[in-house]
């Protein structure tokens, strides 16, 4: 009897799949508590569970996962993101997203973001975007302060929860952002349906994530970091697409997103990565912008409401004969 979850696609909801990703230490063979210390990165050998490609909508994803109260408890005691990279060269990088979701502009609003961290989008969408609200749903409340100060006092309103986004009115949001979050999710179509009827019509959602089907993840195989305990499921230009439509977006756009890194963390990655013992290599901080597998995803919200309505119903349909 297992401990942990058993899960259909979360994007289409059937069961037939088909193994396609196997750690050497699979995870669903051993039990919470002996996970906890990979979760934690504590060990150099690759754990996590075992990816599936579902026959129905081509997702890859993990059939057997960790239950809401084990990712619940995991996820209190895990440290900051991306700690290992220069602060500047986060700043660059999603200032680089939020001036990618300007160009293709937005219609003004609410801003909406799941999991802002410190905010630096919020900071640029503050000073640029001429949002009147700010929604934050950041479970981490030691930074909220600090994401107050990012959208401006009086327009902040901040939440501890990531699931239940009904403080917003419906139609009101110009712009939607989700940074590294979308494939950490359980059940994935239920926030994007949320907040679809939260956005107002051209309203945008901006994501990022990992892609599978990039060059890194070929060449890398199973040591490809995105393979890991913390993503119950990996998207793909094409499975993003679905996953969009399913949810009732309009347009939807999929590009190759640009990371930034100093220079002189990509060095010891690579010296690292060759296997050399290098103390620090003395070359300038300047920041450099890789296409490093992650991808970018503008989706835009139906513009006539009669015309959303009429191709949600049709959608379902076309999932149950799938
Ligand atoms: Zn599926």
């Given at each position: 009897?297992?401990?942990?979850?058993?899960?259909?696609?979360?994007?289409?909801?059937?069961?037939?799949?088909?193994?396609?990703?196997?750690?050497?230490?699979?995870?669903?063979?051993?039990?919470?508590?002996?996970?906890?210390?990979?979760?934690?990165?504590?060990?150099?050998?690759?754990?996590?569970?075992?990816?599936?490609?579902?026959?129905?909508?081509?997702?890859?994803?993990?059939?057997?996962?960790?239950?809401?109260?084990?990712?619940?408890?995991?996820?209190?005691?895990?440290?900051?993101?991306m700690?290992?990279v220069g602060d500047e060269a986060i700043v660059a990088t999603q200032r680089g997203y939020f001036a990618r979701a300007a160009a293709?502009?937005?219609?003004?609003?609410?801003?909406?973001e799941?999991?802002p961290d410190v905010g630096h989008i919020v900071s640029e969408a503050s000073l640029h975007g001429?949002?009147?609200?700010?929604?934050?749903?950041?479970?981490?409340?030691?930074?909220?302060?600090?994401?107050?100060?990012a959208?401006?006092?009086?327009?902040?309103?901040?939440?501890?929860?990531?699931?239940?986004?009904?403080?917003?009115?419906?139609?009101?949001?110009?712009l939607?952002v989700?940074v590294?979050?979308?494939?950490?999710?359980?059940?994935?179509?239920?926030?994007?349906?949320?907040?679809?009827?939260?956005?107002?019509?051209?309203?945008?959602?901006m994501?990022v994530?990992?892609?599978?089907?990039?060059?890194?993840?070929?060449?890398?195989?199973?040591?490809?970091?995105?393979?890991?305990?913390?993503?119950?499921?990996?998207?793909?230009?094409?499975?993003?697409?679905?996953?969009?439509?399913?949810?009732?977006?309009?347009?939807?756009?999929?590009?190759?997103s640009r990371n930034v890194f100093p220079?002189?963390?990509?060095?010891?990655?690579?010296?690292?990565?060759?296997?050399?013992?290098?103390?620090?290599?003395?070359?300038?901080?300047?920041p450099v912008g890789?296409?490093?597998?992650?991808?970018l995803?503008?989706?835009?919200?139906?513009?006539?409401?009669?015309?959303?309505?009429?191709?949600?119903?049709?959608?379902?349909?076309?999932?149950?004969?799938?």
């Amino acid at each position: 009897m297992t401990q942990f979850l058993l899960r259909e696609c979360p994007a289409c909801g059937s069961s037939d799949a088909r193994r396609e990703v196997r750690a050497g230490k699979t995870a669903e063979t051993m039990t919470p508590d002996a996970l906890r210390p990979f979760w934690a990165g504590l060990f150099k050998q690759k754990c996590f569970f075992s990816y599936h490609r579902c026959r129905g909508c081509g997702l890859l994803y993990n059939p057997v996962f960790f239950t809401p109260d084990q990712l619940a408890e995991l996820y209190a005691r895990m440290a900051p993101n991306m700690e290992a990279v220069g602060d500047e060269a986060i700043v660059a990088t999603q200032r680089g997203y939020f001036a990618r979701a300007a160009a293709q502009g937005f219609p003004g609003g609410g801003y909406l973001e799941i999991g802002p961290d410190v905010g630096h989008i919020v900071s640029e969408a503050s000073l640029h975007g001429g949002f009147d609200r700010f929604w934050l749903f950041e479970p981490n409340l030691a930074i909220h302060d600090r994401l107050r100060d990012a959208a401006g006092r009086g327009a902040a309103r901040l939440s501890t929860g990531m699931d239940d986004l009904s403080p917003v009115p419906d139609g009101t949001v110009g712009l939607a952002v989700m940074v590294h979050v979308l494939d950490h999710l359980l059940d994935p179509l239920t926030m994007l349906t949320q907040i679809r009827a939260k956005l107002r019509p051209g309203g945008m959602l901006m994501i990022v994530t990992h892609d599978e089907s990039s060059l890194l993840r070929r060449v890398m195989g199973t040591r490809w970091p995105p393979f890991c305990l913390q993503h119950p499921e990996l998207y793909n230009p094409a499975t993003m697409r679905a996953l969009l439509g399913r949810a009732g977006f309009d347009d939807v756009v999929v590009e190759g997103s640009r990371n930034v890194f100093p220079l002189d963390f990509l060095a010891r990655q690579a010296a690292w990565a060759a296997g050399i013992r290098v103390r620090r290599v003395p070359l300038p901080p300047v920041p450099v912008g890789l296409k490093l597998g992650n991808i970018l995803t503008l989706a835009t919200a139906p513009v006539q409401a009669a015309r959303s309505e009429a191709t949600l119903p049709r959608q379902e349909e076309v999932a149950r004969v799938a």
